[in-house]
Structure formats: C-alpha cells, structure tokens
C-alpha cells in the first residue's frame, strides 16, 4: 500500500507520456504495470480503467485511449485519496 502511495503518480505519469508521443506499445506496457499495481490492492475501479486504456492501446486506437486516461486518472485520484486517508496522511 505505500509503495503504491509513491509508486501510482509515477506509472500514471507513463501512461500519460506515452500517450502524449503517440506510442501505443508503452501505453500499453505502461497501463498493465499501473492495471498490476492496483490489482494488488483490489481497487476494481482503478483496475478495470487501466485495463480499458490497455485493451485501447493494444488494438492502437490512442484517440480512445485518451479518454480512458481521463476516467483512469480520475479513479487513481480516488484511490489514493482513500489511501492516503487509511494512512492517515489526508
């Protein structure tokens, strides 16, 4: 759970910077790491919205996939919200 606490911002940020230069492979590659971090922590949401973004970036539809990153930012927010309030750092 702290490790993610850290960690979350970073492999966002890669999917983001993946996105950005149009490279679908690491928004894929880069989805699955952030898809397995919150799968650790059964985050459904958060888990199901990066698997949307990799399933999007795999059959290379990045106008998509950038949509997805809105809804996955916004459930990677919540989590680490519920997180950091669980830690008591909120």
Known sequence: MELFRVEGS???AEVRRA???GDAHGVASAAHRLKGSV???KATRSFEAAGIVEALARRGELDAAHGACAALEVEIARLQYALNTFAGVA
């Open 39 to 41: 799968g650790t922590l």
């Open 10 to 12: 970073q492999r966002l």
């Open 19 to 21: 996105l950005s230069i």
